[in-house]
């Protein structure tokens, strides 16, 4: 009798011990299968190219490696000398087509004042003429304008709040319009880009709260679904140039679910992190937030946009 119950009670601990490891089991697997969560984040920013509107030499540099700017604060200035020269010659056409209209419009109002003692054409050719310095005049005009505004813009200044790049311009380098020198990060763009597997998107809902813990960072930030990617890039037929993510599978070999942007927006940053773009991150979609449709998310959130263009290798959970 004792050794029935012996086996009885070993039967019922296996029982047991095969439930929990069930239970375990699939709590692991519904964790890395279905879990909304993914290893495949980033901390990205816009980083705004800064080009000079003119070309010269740069004879004056205000900024250093990894500074932080405000806005409107002046990077660097570019030679003004040519430019104040252009201006100064644009003045000085502005004058003296000013003067030949006001001798045209001398010569018309004494032709009509004469009446009758001055042919029809010639009063026609002296009004003619004043239309004609009128139009060259304003011309003039224009030109000092814009002189003025190239001189101006010889000026650099910094489009947003933000952080210059490691490689700020040097003094005596030659810049040319268009041509980017610099670019800054924008201190107020921060935001992480979290590449979920397809097979996760349907416990994803625009507002709900997400968990986030950057790589090598001790504590958690909080933050919120803003955007989900309505198009992803299709790479049996691409096209070039595209505008699409396009997130590359861990194995070319073996048949994965696509890597999914999801924007998450960072509700509060504390002041002792170090915020970097490009930073890894683990994103972890926690709670049933409000469902907001894509249309209405979009209207409340004026910067949901797609995710970078550039490919991203994604790393698997």
Same mark, same amino acid.
Do not use: C
């Given at each position: 009798?004792?050794?029935?119950?012996? &086996?009885?009670? /070993?039967?019922?601990?296996?029982?047991?011990?095969?439930? %929990?490891?069930?239970?375990?089991?699939?709590?692991?697997?519904?964790?890395?299968?279905?879990?909304?969560?993914?290893?495949?984040? !980033?901390?990205?920013?816009?980083? %705004?190219? #800064?080009?000079?509107? #003119?070309?010269?030499?740069?004879?004056?540099?205000?900024?250093?490696?990894? /500074?932080?700017?405000?806005?409107?604060?002046?990077?660097?200035?570019?030679?003004?000398?040519?430019?104040?020269?252009?201006?100064?010659? +644009?003045?000085?056409?502005? /004058?003296?087509?000013?003067?030949?209209?006001?001798?045209?419009?001398?010569? $018309?109002?004494?032709?009509?004042?004469?009446?009758?003692?001055?042919?029809?054409?010639?009063?026609?050719?002296? !009004?003619?003429?004043?239309?004609?310095?009128?139009?060259?005049?304003?011309?003039?005009?224009?030109? %000092?304008?814009?002189?003025?505004?190239?001189?101006?813009?010889?000026? #650099?200044?910094?489009?947003?709040?933000?952080?210059?790049?490691?490689?700020?311009?040097?003094?005596?380098?030659?810049?040319?319009?268009?041509?980017?020198?610099?670019? #800054?990060?924008?201190? !107020? &763009?921060?935001?992480?880009?979290?590449?979920?597997?397809?097979?996760?998107?349907?416990?994803? $809902? %625009?507002?709900?709260?997400?968990? @986030?813990?950057?790589?090598?960072?001790?504590?958690?930030?909080?933050? !919120?679904?803003?955007?989900?990617?309505?198009?992803?890039?299709?790479?049996?037929?691409?096209?070039?140039?595209?505008?699409?993510?396009?997130?590359?599978?861990?194995?070319?070999?073996?048949?994965?679910?696509?890597?999914?942007?999801?924007?998450?927006?960072?509700?509060?940053?504390?002041? $002792?992190?170090?915020?970097?773009?490009?930073?890894?991150?683990?994103? &972890?979609?926690?709670? @049933?937030?409000?469902?907001?449709?894509?249309? +209405?998310? &979009?209207?409340?959130?004026?910067?949901?946009?797609?995710?970078?263009?550039?490919?991203?290798?994604?790393?698997? /959970?």
């Amino acid at each position: 009798m004792k050794k029935t119950w012996f &086996s009885l009670g /070993q039967i019922l601990l296996t029982l047991i011990v095969v439930a %929990i490891a069930a239970v375990v089991l699939w709590k692991l697997v519904d964790y890395y299968m279905f879990a909304p969560w993914t290893r495949d984040g !980033h901390v990205r920013a816009d980083v %705004i190219q #800064v080009a000079p509107d #003119v070309s010269g030499l740069i004879t004056d540099v205000k900024v250093v490696d990894n /500074q932080q700017v405000k806005k409107g604060d002046v990077l660097f200035v570019i030679d003004q000398a040519r430019y104040a020269l252009t201006l100064r010659n +644009a003045q000085a056409t502005a /004058q003296q087509r000013r003067a030949t209209l006001d001798q045209a419009r001398r010569e $018309d109002a004494r032709n009509r004042a004469l009446g009758n003692l001055v042919a029809r054409e010639i009063v026609e050719e002296t !009004h003619s003429r004043v239309e004609q310095a009128t139009a060259a005049l304003a011309d003039a005009e224009v030109a %000092i304008d814009t002189a003025r505004l190239n001189l101006q813009r010889t000026e #650099v200044l910094s489009p947003v709040d933000g952080y210059l790049n490691d490689r700020a311009p040097r003094a005596g380098e030659y810049v040319a319009a268009g041509r980017a020198v610099l670019s #800054v990060v924008d201190m !107020h &763009s921060f935001r992480v880009d979290g590449y979920f597997e397809e097979t996760k998107l349907r416990g994803i $809902d %625009i507002g709900q709260p997400v968990d @986030i813990q950057v790589m090598g960072e001790p504590n958690i930030l909080r933050g !919120h679904v803003q955007s989900i990617v309505a198009a992803i890039e299709d790479r049996d037929r691409q096209q070039s140039p595209s505008l699409l993510p396009n997130v590359n599978p861990a194995f070319s070999w073996v048949r994965l679910a696509q890597r999914i942007p999801v924007r998450v927006t960072l509700d509060e940053i504390p002041a $002792d992190f170090r915020m970097i773009a490009g930073r890894t991150a683990t994103v &972890s979609v926690r709670g @049933i937030g409000p469902k907001i449709g894509r249309r +209405a998310a &979009s209207e409340t959130s004026p910067a949901s946009a797609p995710a970078p263009t550039s490919s991203v290798s994604g790393a698997s /959970q």
